[in-house]
């Protein structure tokens, strides 16, 4: 059973900082696809950023770009979203989420979800 578990999400003032981390148990290879969605109140869930244990290749949005980073833990199978700069528009729900390959991040292809953390900016 896959299972993905979520932390760090908080509230933070604008221009501040805070990183999330998903490890992951029980998928059945060492390579996937793995990273991050969010999704505001009132709006689509849209893809954030992703990382393939396969290539080391990520992926982000043009929102977050220049200012989140997904990284891969020293443990392989823990992955990190550093989020800077945050802006009030950053505010979301935002779930880990696994699929075996990358070449979509699309949130109808994903096949396991975290149950999601908070992440709040205040302006």
């Known amino acids: 059973q896959v299972q993905l578990v979520e932390s760090g999400g908080g509230s933070v003032q604008a221009g501040g900082s805070l990183r999330l981390s998903c490890a992951a148990s029980g998928y059945t290879s060492s390579r996937y696809c793995i990273g991050w969605f969010r999704q505001a109140p009132g709006k689509e869930r849209e893809g954030v950023a992703r990382?393939?244990?396969?290539?080391?290749?990520?992926y982000y949005a043009d929102s977050v770009k220049g200012r989140f980073t997904i990284s891969q833990g020293n443990a392989k199978n823990t992955v990190y979203l550093q989020m800077n700069s945050l802006k009030p528009e950053d505010t979301a729900m935002y779930y880990c989420a696994v699929r075996s390959f990358c070449n979509t991040w699309h949130p109808a292809t994903v096949d396991y979800w975290g149950q999601g953390t908070q992440v709040t900016v205040s302006s």
């Open positions: 990382f393939s244990t396969r290539s080391g290749s990520t």
